[in-house]
């Protein structure tokens, strides 16, 4: 635990948006020390899978550097749930294959693979039976993680407490807001301290602190503990904020790929209806 | 063709879902919380509603046989023929029965909703096996409560069947006689014979509902659509089950 102390939050942050609501805030700082990620490189290529008549994905290839942010975006329907639920096995493709690490994907057996990949489902796929806490403690207690308790507890209340949800603890997920619900979702996810965090809609039902706070997690997750990650969204600004490169899925394909300002520069009319505001110039 | 096929699929998955659920019983001691967790709500959904029913049918089997034998002047029979009944064959369906109708529903609507919510999908991504995790400790409460409740049931039953037979003019039998003619025909092996049967129904109804729960695709229409299905189906495989295992407990003279 001695890398702890590099992790640790100096002063104020990496001066994101958000950073200010989470100065000082060492609990947080309890989840960021345990979190340790082997950082993981992912290959797709030639992934193709149909639903019946429906072909969903034709060929998508892509790249992802270890330690690398990587948003995906693309028009409603088009695909970008499945290509996450491939990639962390919940699907078998037609065809075309997925490494991660080097590794080929198992996917008639998520979680068993060679690295620990989480994803944060775009229903937040709670488990309603359980409470907060030990929605998000679940990982920890059932793989015997630690032999107290008191740690569980420990890293459950500073995954809560980053999410913004301390008070929450011991609330069942029924009677949370669909916003709560993510954040909740999120957290359960950073426990399982993944090599390779899959986020399918993080910021959908928050409200633009919020949507902040997620941001700036991500980007400490990057920086701090270098982990690779993939965020699906349709917030363009959050896009922006937290990507190394984005990936613009059309058609069943990846249509453009590249650093941000690659991305803006993009003349291609799929990718500039994603960027462009969306009320244009009546915008008041 | 359809209907034969989906015939051998459920029935291959139903087994398979047995076999693999049988499996993950080596870890029974570690799940021993969930395990009670189960136990507990089994109780809490059938013990006062099973009461009801035993006190009735044991009520019922009195009344329709009481006069019938008083007819013969062999009415002190009605504790043996009430006694009987119950352990060997109506103590056990109708808990089975109670059971499908109240913690199989739950459990098919449970688990239905888990895999259309993507629960079980977030299970899997933790590498938390659903049946382990959620089966087996279905599995082993119902295999356990099954017979306790249909030991339950017959005791009030019993009870039921006195009442009847003491307070019909027509019969008028006192407490003591119905007793010690129940004791006397009531023998272990009857016994034995009603806990075998009740613990086979558990295994029916738990692997029946668990299975058409994990089954289930879709939406909330399909949760609901799944419930039906599961409690039909165990129903059905109930009385199928009931009929050859009396032939395989004569068989063995385990009668
Ligand atoms: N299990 C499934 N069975 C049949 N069709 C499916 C299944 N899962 C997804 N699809 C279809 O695949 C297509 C892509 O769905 P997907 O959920 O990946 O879209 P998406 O890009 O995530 O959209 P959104 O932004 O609205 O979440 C849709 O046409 C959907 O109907
Ligand atoms: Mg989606």
Redesign the pocket.
Known sequence: MAEQEGIRRENGGNGGLGAAGREGNHAGNVLLGYLKSAPVGVNISGLTKS??Q?R?LKGVDLGIEPGETVVIL??????????LRHIIGLERPDGGSILIGGEPVEYDAPGKGEHVVAMVF?SSALFNSLTVADNVGLYLKEHKVFKDDGKVRQIVSSALEIVGLSEKEDVMPSVLSGGMKRRVATARALVMNPDLLLF??PTAGLDPMMTRTIGDLILDLKQKVEMTQIV?T?DIDLAFYVADRIAV?SEGRIIEFGPPEQIRDCAKHAVQEFITPQFGENRR | MNGVMSFFRVTGGLVSLLMETLYWCKSVFKNTDKITDQLLVIGYQTLPVGALIALFSGGVLALQAGPTLAQFGIEENVGGLVGLSLVKEIGPVMAAILVAGRVGSAMAAELASMSVYEEIDALKTMDINPLRYLVMPRFIATVLALPVLVIYMDVIGWFGGAIVAAVNPDVHLSFTVYYRNLSELVDFTAFVNGLIKAAVFGVIISIVCCYVGLKT?GGPREIGTSVTKAVVLSFVLVLVFDYYVTRILLFLNID
């Open positions: 639903f019946g429906n969903v693309g028009k409603s329907g088009t695909g970008k749930s499945v290509l775009q399918d809609e699906v349709h899925l | 695709k």
